[in-house]
T-cell receptor, first 115, second 115 residues
């Protein structure tokens, strides 16, 4: 596609439910990043992939959070047993190269609200 | 990771030149400096990147002094549409191990351009 696409754009879920957030990066982009952004704050790194390999997941808050990118393209961020503190904007970005300073293109994000 | 410090907010008027300075006193030899722009309700967007001296593109200029302990993003003749949050990031593009990817975005500088 022309840009990074995330779905759904908005997600409201009840506490305790599992959610899956999808990211469709720009075609051919090697690196894919997941960030979380609270209102008025900068993006907070969660995890990233080079191709299908998850290179770093140390930013994931706890073991309820997981991510995968099985074919090196689309990625899914899953949050199990959601809690209200998980409410935030979740952003995905992709870049052509593996080096972090390669320009990253961000999607519009998924606004998650846990009620 | 090099910590960055930016002003929380700045005000300007249309047509003026805006300079946003970022301090990064513990920048490492291999670190690059990258600036992103974020409009409300959108994902961050790459503006410019540099290593030393001056870099200019169609959007902005980036000035980096010889000691590289700071950098200044210069936006010429701003317009209302330049109202956004600007983030300064510092990191080593070739250090792919964990910590480098956890770029700390901070709060950024919220620029308000007034008519």
């Amino acid at each position: 596609g022309a840009g990074v696409s995330q779905s759904p754009r908005y997600k409201v879920t009840k506490r305790g439910q599992d959610v899956a957030l999808r990211c469709d990066p720009i075609s051919g982009h090697v690196s894919l990043y997941w960030y979380r952004q609270a209102l008025g704050q900068g993006p907070e790194f969660l995890t990233y992939f080079n191709y299908e390999a998850q290179q770093d997941k140390s930013g994931l808050p706890n073991d309820r959070f997981s991510a995968e990118r099985p074919e090196g393209s689309i990625s899914t961020l899953t949050i199990q047993r959601t809690e209200q503190r998980d409410s935030a904007m979740y952003r995905c970005a992709s870049s052509l190269g593996q080096e972090w300073n390669t320009e990253a293109f961000f999607g519009q994000g998924t606004r998650l609200t846990v009620v | 990771l090099a910590k960055t410090t930016q002003p929380i907010s700045m005000d300007s008027y249309e047509g003026q030149e805006v300079n946003i300075t970022c301090s990064h006193n513990n920048i490492a030899t291999n670190d690059y400096i990258t600036w992103y722009q974020q409009f409300p309700s959108q994902g961050p967007r790459f503006i410019i990147q540099g290593y030393k001296t001056k870099v200019t593109n169609e959007v902005a200029s980036l000035f980096i002094p010889a000691d590289r302990k700071s950098s200044t993003l210069s936006l010429p003749r701003v317009s209302l549409s330049d109202t956004a949050v600007y983030y300064c990031l510092v990191g080593d593009p070739f250090f792919n191990a964990g910590n480098n990817r956890k770029l700390i975005w901070g709060l950024g500088t919220s620029l308000a351009v007034n008519p």
